[in-house]
C-alpha cells in the first residue's frame, strides 16, 4: 500500500523549519506531511511514547511516522532501543522490529545535530551564504559530517567569520534557508543517507 502521508516527529523549530523546506522536493505532489515539534530532546524523550500511543489508536494504514533525535552526547545504540521501546510499547510496529514487512513508525538518529547535514552539502550552504569558502568541508575536521563536535557551535563560527549572524546564529532562518538548498545526492552525511533512504521508500 503507498503511503499517502508521512508524520514527522523532531525536537525543536530548526529542525521543522529544515524539513519544511527541504521534503516537498521528496515526496510526491499526492502524498501530504505533518512536522510535530518539541521544546528540546528531553521533552520529546519524555512524552513520546504517549503521543505514539495516541497515534496507535487511530493510525490509517497508509501514513507512517518518522521520529527524529539527535544524538549529541548519547550512546546510539541505547537511545536508538529507548525510541524502539517508546513504539513497542505503544503498540507500533517498527521499521526495524518489521522484518521486511510493513511498518508504521521508523525512528532516526541525527548524528551529531542538524548542523552535521550541512556540512554534508557544503554547496547548499555556500548557495545560501556565497561569502563563506568552498573549502571548509574539506579542511581538517570537517571531511567526516557525522565526526564533528561541537556541531552547531562550530556552524556559527565559521559563518560569523564570513559576515553573516554577527549577533549569534539564527537557527531557523539558517535551517529555511539552507532546507531549500540541499541537494539528496550530494550530501555525504551517513545519519542523512539514512533518512532520506526511508523518506525516498515511502515516496515511492
Known amino acids: 500500500m503507498r503511503t499517502s502521508h508521512l508524520e514527522i516527529i523532531v525536537e525543536e523549530h530548526s529542525m521543522e523549519a529544515f524539513l519544511q523546506a527541504f521534503l516537498p522536493s521528496l515526496l510526491r505532489e499526492d ?3 505533518k512536522i510535530v515539534h518539541f521544546q528540546g530532546k528531553k521533552d520529546l524523550l519524555n512524552k513520546l511514547e504517549a503521543r505514539l500511543k495516541g497515534y496507535a489508536k487511530w493510525l ?19 537511545l536508538k532501543r529507548q525510541l524502539e ?6 503498540g507500533l510496529a517498527t521499521r526495524r522490529q518489521s522484518g521486511g514487512k510493513t511498518w508504521q513508525i521508523a525512528n532516526r538518529i541525527a548524528i ?4 552535521a547535514w550541512y556540512f554534508g552539502d557544503w554547496d547548499a550552504v555556500k548557495r545560501a551564504y556565497p561569502r563563506i569558502k568552498e573549502n571548509i568541508s574539506s579542511k581538517k575536521g570537517f571531511r567526516d559530517p557525522d565526526a564533528i563536535r ?3 557551535e562550530s556552524f556559527e563560527k565559521i559563518l560569523k567569520k564570513h559576515g553573516y549572524f554577527k549577533c549569534g546564529l539564527a537557527k531557523i532562518e539558517a ?3 539552507i532546507g531549500a538548498n540541499i541537494c ?3 550530501n555525504i552525511s551517513h545519519s ?13
Open 184 to 186: 539528496p545526492e550530494r
Open 31 to 33: 502524498q501530504t506531511f
Open 192 to 204: 542523512f543517507g539514512i533518512f532520506l533512504r526511508t523518506v525516498t521508500e515511502i515516496s515511492k
Open 85 to 90: 521501546d517508546a513504539a513497542r510499547h505503544a
Open 150 to 152: 561541537n556541531t552547531w
Open 112 to 115: 551529531e545535530e542538524l548542523e
Open 60 to 78: 490509517p494504514s497508509d501514513w507512517r511516522i518518522i521520529v527524529i533525535v539527535d544524538r549529541d552526547d548519547e550512546d546510539c545504540l541505547k
Open 175 to 177: 535551517a529555511r534557508t
